[in-house]
């Protein structure tokens, strides 16, 4: 994803974001492996961003995570913004692959669900006083990316659904619940790769201004160029 040689290394620990209602918490998914909550490696950027890289037999995978500071949609005061650039590259064939966000820990008064848009996959989540809200590219926008062919295998682009999908689809988002949203992705060959960007944000609930799920619509280059910006 990025050269480590210069990059400072930090004591391991799992990838989470730590909000208002609750934690979120990541989960990557290779064939019928879950990978454990600790990655193999950890490096700390300068501007406070972390490298997380797991080892496995089949791939080699990467997160680039920590807040980025983006303008609000409509120039109202900011809200923080944390971003996740997962990549992973194939050493052999990967038979599927499950990338999943979800805001742990609720407090009993939170409720949500799936928030999507066009091109955008949501859920967000709020009580009396928060929003919180996780998104991502909705099959519309994978089934384009795909297509480019630069943050993924270009044959996935006739993978992927561009219509509503059924459970029974292998590539879709789904929902496992109200506060929870998961990538089902096809499978990797051997020297390919996958790159897909998740957001977290929130602010304070105001059914106007829902700057927390605009703020999670940012494009992956946006994200990654944020995320390893020179420290000012």
């Known amino acids: ?49 972390h490298l997380h890289r797991w080892q496995h037999r089949t791939a080699t995978v990467d997160l680039l995570l920590g807040g980025i500071d983006v303008k609000p949609w409509d120039g109202g005061a900011p809200v923080p913004v944390w971003a996740g650039i997962w990549q992973v590259q194939a050493c052999a064939e990967v038979s599927g692959l499950i990338v999943s966000a979800a805001l742990t820990d609720l407090p009993a008064d939170a409720y949500g669900g799936q928030d999507s848009a066009e091109c955008l996959a949501a859920v967000s989540v709020e009580n009396e006083h928060f929003m919180v809200s996780i998104g991502g590219p909705d099959a519309e926008l994978l089934a384009m990316q795909a297509a ?22 292998e590539c879709v988002v789904r929902y496992p619940d109200s506060a929870s949203i ?19 944000a929130w602010c304070p609930r105001d059914d106007e201004r829902p700057a927390a799920w605009y703020a999670v619509d940012i494009p992956l280059d946006t994200a990654y160029l944020h995320l390893v910006a020179e420290p000012t």
């Not at 400072?8 to 990978?35: H, K, N, W």
């Not at 480019?148 to 689809?169: F, I, N």
């Open 1 to 49: 994803m990025l050269p480590t040689d210069r990059l400072t290394q930090a004591d391991r620990r799992p990838a989470v974001i730590d909000t208002p209602l609750g934690t979120v918490e990541f989960s990557v998914t290779l064939a019928a492996d879950v990978l454990p909550a600790e990655s193999n490696t950890l490096w700390r950027l300068a501007n406070g961003s």
């Open 148 to 169: 480019d062919g630069r943050l993924m295998p270009s044959r996935w682009a006739h993978l992927v659904p561009t219509g509503v999908a059924d459970t029974t689809t």
């Open 182 to 200: 998961a990538w089902h992705l096809p499978g990797l060959a051997a020297g390919e790769a996958a790159r897909l960007c998740i957001a977290c």
